[in-house]
């Protein structure tokens, strides 16, 4: 049997990945802010429950419900509908909330309500609040040994955050039906796509939203880097933002 594909329905895009994401994997979704990330997964998640029937979560951390719900609104998408027939949830979580227990939380929340399309907006905020909680007592010496860290707090926090990121990604590839949306805030320069510098190490696949201004235009863009299973369309592609949503112009292909 083919491997089986979750179209995200976005004009353009689905024929450069084969027809779709493989199912069941995690796609990193990286860009600077303003790139469209959101409106991109909102768009994935609403054509998910209206034309594939297939239910959805968003997990927000940071932006309220209301402004998720508004700015689909300004599209045309009136997810509030579906998040009333059941076919979206919505989930406000605030910085504060945030521990480690997220990670099952969210595994949980999916297999029990039979979710197929999972955002989690963002991996870069959670990773960075989620772990905080942590008792000290919970890391020992080891920990601190073994990333050469000695009395240096900035570094044994990065190594944290890292195992927290694998370790997320890790439960998430426990609920395999279904195909979730890790969306990172791109740092603008470096040589790692995420700030975490591990996240694109562990994903299945990474797209990058980019955005350039010159004058008063904005030429924005997108590009898979990487997608498992898949031979995936090679350019970066020409985005566009338009009333109706995000189109992918991808000329010949
Ligand atoms: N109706 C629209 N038409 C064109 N561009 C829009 C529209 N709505 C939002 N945008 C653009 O999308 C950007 C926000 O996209 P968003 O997905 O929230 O970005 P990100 O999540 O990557 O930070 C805005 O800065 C704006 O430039
Ligand atoms: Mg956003």
């Not at 049997?1 to 027809?19: H, N, P, S, W, Y």
């Not at 995420?194 to 990058?208: K, L, M, N, P, Y």
Request: charged share 25%; net charge neutral.
């Amino acid at each position: 049997m083919g491997i089986k594909r979750v179209k995200t329905g976005i004009e353009g895009f689905d024929k450069l990945v084969q027809g779709g994401f493989p199912e069941g994997s995690c796609v990193l979704l990286a860009g600077t802010p303003g790139t469209g990330k959101t409106i991109f997964s909102l768009e994935y998640l609403y054509n998910g429950a209206l034309k594939f029937k297939e239910k959805g979560l968003y997990i927000s951390v940071g932006q309220p419900v209301d402004s998720l719900i508004e700015q689909a609104k300004l599209f045309g998408w009136d997810i509030e509908k579906l998040i009333n027939n059941g076919m979206l949830e919505i989930i406000y979580i605030s910085t504060k909330e945030l521990d480690q227990n997220i990670s099952q939380f969210i595994v949980d929340k999916i297999q029990q309500n039979n979710i197929k399309r999972a955002v989690i907006d963002s991996i870069s905020v959670l990773a960075t609040n989620a772990p905080v909680y942590k008792s000290l007592n919970e890391i020992s010496v080891v920990d601190i040994l073994e990333h050469r860290s000695f009395f240096s707090p900035p570094i044994l926090g990065d190594s944290i955050i890292k195992k927290f990121i694998y370790t997320f990604i890790e439960n998430l590839r426990t609920a395999d039906s279904c195909t979730t949306i890790l969306i990172s805030e791109a740092s603008e320069k470096g040589e790692f796509i995420c700030r975490d510098t591990v996240s694109e190490f562990a994903c299945d696949g990474i797209i990058i939203m980019g955005l350039m201004s010159i004058g008063n235009e904005n030429y924005r863009s997108i590009q898979i880097r990487k997608m498992r299973l898949t031979d995936q369309g090679k350019d970066i592609y020409p985005l566009e933002i338009t009333k109706n949503g995000i189109v992918v112009k991808t000329k010949s292909l």
